[in-house]
């Protein structure tokens, strides 16, 4: 606790304290993901403590120890007056999301070691979060949304299950976009299997009613996609970054500790 004015109140009220310019982590499991990858948390509360460190025992035990300094014991109507809707591990937490420009700043580093993931103008808040998860488990550099989803929005937050801190995450205009060849993701392009992706890659993904924009096809590369038989129309937008994602593992450069292929 780097706050001296927060280090004297109760977790009420820094909750309060926080509340305003911090992100919500719904949950055991979002609240060891932040950990994990490094968030600041200034107030986390647990209706039963020693169940929360029980599970972190079980499921996470590099991140115990660490629980055990920051979670704060509270009466089931506190932690219910904290959450839009009680999660079943009935564990919640704050965190100080990064800022903007360190997410610039992350995103625009060059060389780039692993693509960053484009979803222009998506509507479905869930998508967002599943997409965020991806983004994280595959190592991706980061995940940039344009139009007017707000990808730290508390659902997408849920949905990503804590990770926006494993990678970066921001909301930018097709202009803003990071440097490097952009590979749009659309049934009318060529086949993806005989493409491989590079680590500088930005995969762009349209919106789930429109596709993509005028303005990200104009900053497109190359249009490429995944197979599909013909009488169907499209996959699900977290369902075609997972396929994508997959063959850049595959195909393209891995991330540490995948098994080379053959
Ligand atoms: C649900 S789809 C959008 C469907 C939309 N009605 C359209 O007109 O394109 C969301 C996004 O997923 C990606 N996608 C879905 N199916 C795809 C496929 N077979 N090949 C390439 N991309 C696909 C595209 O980026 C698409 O814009």
Excluded: C
Aim: proline share 10%.
């Amino acid at each position: 606790m780097t706050d001296p004015v927060a280090a004297g109140l109760d977790p009420l009220g820094r909750w309060r304290r926080f509340a305003g310019d911090a992100v919500l982590l719904d949950g055991f499991h979002a609240l060891k993901h932040a950990v994990r990858f490094g968030a600041r948390v200034p107030v986390a509360v647990a209706v039963d403590r020693r169940a929360a460190l029980a599970l972190a025992e079980e499921l996470a035990p590099d991140v115990r120890d660490t629980l055990d300094g920051l979670l704060t014991e509270v009466p089931e109507a506190t932690y219910a007056s904290l959450v839009p809707r009680p999660h079943p591990t009935a564990v919640a937490a704050l965190a100080v999301r990064p800022t903007r420009a360190a997410n610039l700043e992350r995103l625009g580093r060059v060389p780039r070691a692993a693509p960053v993931v484009v979803l222009d103008h998506p509507r479905n808040l869930g998508n967002a979060g599943a997409v965020i998860r991806l983004a994280a488990g595959f190592g991706a550099t980061g995940v940039v949304t344009t139009g007017t989803l707000d990808p730290w929005h508390p659902t997408v937050l849920r949905g990503g299950a804590g990770l926006h801190f494993a990678t970066a995450v921001e909301r930018v205009a097709v202009d803003e976009l990071p440097a490097g060849p952009v590979f749009a993701l659309d049934p009318e392009g060529d086949d993806l299997r005989g493409v491989k992706l590079p680590d500088d890659a930005l995969l762009a993904f349209g919106s789930e009613r429109s596709g993509l924009s005028v303005e990200l096809r104009a900053r497109a590369d190359h249009l490429l996609a995944l197979p599909m038989r013909p009488q169907v129309s499209s996959y699900n937008l977290a369902t075609s970054v997972a396929m994508t994602l997959y063959h850049w593992s595959a195909y393209g450069s891995a991330p540490p500790g995948a098994p080379p292929v053959p």
